[in-house]
């Protein structure tokens, strides 16, 4: 059921209904698909991830939905709402077909979209706009998430829409990574859903935020910054069906844990990919630090390097980091350096507290995080991480 106090709409009167942002739009209770939601507040369809006004294929959408229910470990679509920004992933997500040729033609609308985003101000007006709903709880419940437009300030459009390599059962395929933002409104009203379905993008009732997108790209991002600076011992744990992919890492290193500093080192440059040259330390001359490298600022043609040292702790889930830890790392940076800490566990509270009210430059990476950049990259079974860890950590003990 929605949590107390929350805006929730009967499914009788969703027809009628405007959307509003985090609000929770009830499902029927015939026990079939007619009981969608979504189906009810806009002629998009009932199944799917990507539902549609139109069709893709004669270039006629006018209005699309992103359906996410946040449980395909393949394919971790994430809405950062500190950020505004909301990472999906297209309809090929299974071996068999080409990019473009999906049955509902996602990614097809995908490609034509984000094109369309870098051109010119007429361009972006036939573009549809897109509604992101995520599933709330209850039955066929969703919660409506924001209004979307394709791309994000300060990216390319090389980076808006990827393209990425997977593979199942040794078959290899490409599906689509979109990044959308979501843009600064509390409400899309019925009046503006009605003008969509007559082909309006840019209406009487179109949001000001789309308005303004329309015209210049500019984007007015929904931005929540977090009230707390810190991260619960929850917060910092991965979701018990993605615990098994902490624990193969966890065993992969049992009883040669200075290894893990290689892995933790290759975490870190999956968060940062602007990490250049980073060097291991020996064990018994670390002098505190498992690892020191460079952040690359700046242009790739006189980039500015920001020394940085790399702390790492391959603990259980019942250990956590506490502030002799963090301490450690923190006396060993020196004028103009940050620190990375990076655990399979979790910091407790008074250790993250200290660091944050001090505001000491360190990078807190944990077990949820770990995960979290596993899965980004493809690593979403036991199996995929097994053979990551096998590949790009061999244990040299076991060939002796």
């Known amino acids: 059921m929605p949590a107390s106090g929350e805006r929730t709409f009967p499914f009788s009167g969703l027809a009628e209904s405007d959307l509003h942002l985090d609000a929770v739009y009830q499902g029927g209770a015939s026990g079939n698909s007619g009981d969608d939601p979504i189906a009810r507040i806009a002629k998009v369809g009932n199944q ?76 972006r007006d036939r573009i549809p706009p897109f509604l992101l709903f995520q599933k709330a709880g209850r039955g066929r419940d969703v919660r409506f998430r924001g209004l979307l437009a394709p791309g994000a300030a300060g990216l390319s459009s090389d980076d808006e829409l990827v393209a990425l390599w997977r593979s199942t059962r040794g078959q290899r395929f490409q599906n689509y990574r979109a ?20 082909g309006k993008t840019t209406g009487p009732h179109a949001p000001d935020v789309w308005l303004s997108w329309v015209k210049a790209r500019h984007y007015q991002a929904l931005t929540a910054p977090a009230t707390v600076n810190t991260r619960s ?60 490298g460079q952040y690359m600022l700046g242009p790739g043609a006189d980039p500015v390097p920001v020394e940085f040292a790399l702390e790492a702790k391959c603990y259980g889930p019942e250990t956590s980091v506490g502030v002799r830890d963090v301490s450690r790392l923190i006396s060993r940076i020196r004028n103009r350096q940050f620190g990375v800490f990076v655990t399979t566990s979790y910091f407790n509270s008074q250790a993250y507290q200290e660091v944050r009210d001090d505001r000491h430059p360190v990078v807190l990476i944990c077990g949820k995080d770990i995960v979290d950049l596993l899965k980004s990259r493809g690593f979403s079974s036991p199996e995929g991480v097994r053979e990551w860890l096998q590949t790009s950590f061999p244990n040299r003990s076991s060939e002796l």
């Not at 990044?179 to 007559?198: C, M, P």
């Open 233 to 292: 011992r929850v917060e910092q744990t991965p979701a018990q069906a993605d615990r098994v992919l902490l624990s193969e890492v966890t065993e992969y290193f049992r009883g040669r844990w200075h290894a893990f500093e290689e892995c933790a080192v290759a975490l870190w440059r999956m968060q940062a990919p602007a990490t250049g040259q980073c060097e291991v330390t020996p064990p018994t001359r670390d002098g505190g630090r498992d690892a020191i």
């Open 48 to 123: 799917g991830g990507f539902r549609m006004m139109g069709s893709p294929r004669k270039g006629t959408v006018k209005l699309a939905v992103l359906y996410s229910s946040t449980q395909e470990p393949d394919w971790p679509d994430d809405l950062d709402v500190q950020t505004g920004r909301f990472t999906y992933y297209g309809d090929n997500r299974r071996p068999g077909l080409d990019l473009h040729q999906t049955p509902r033609g996602g990614n097809l609308l995908l490609r034509d979209v984000f094109a369309a985003a870098s051109g010119s101000a007429d361009e």
């Open 179 to 198: 990044i959308f933002t979501v843009l600064d409104t509390a409400r899309v009203t019925r009046s503006w859903i009605n003008e969509l379905a007559e």
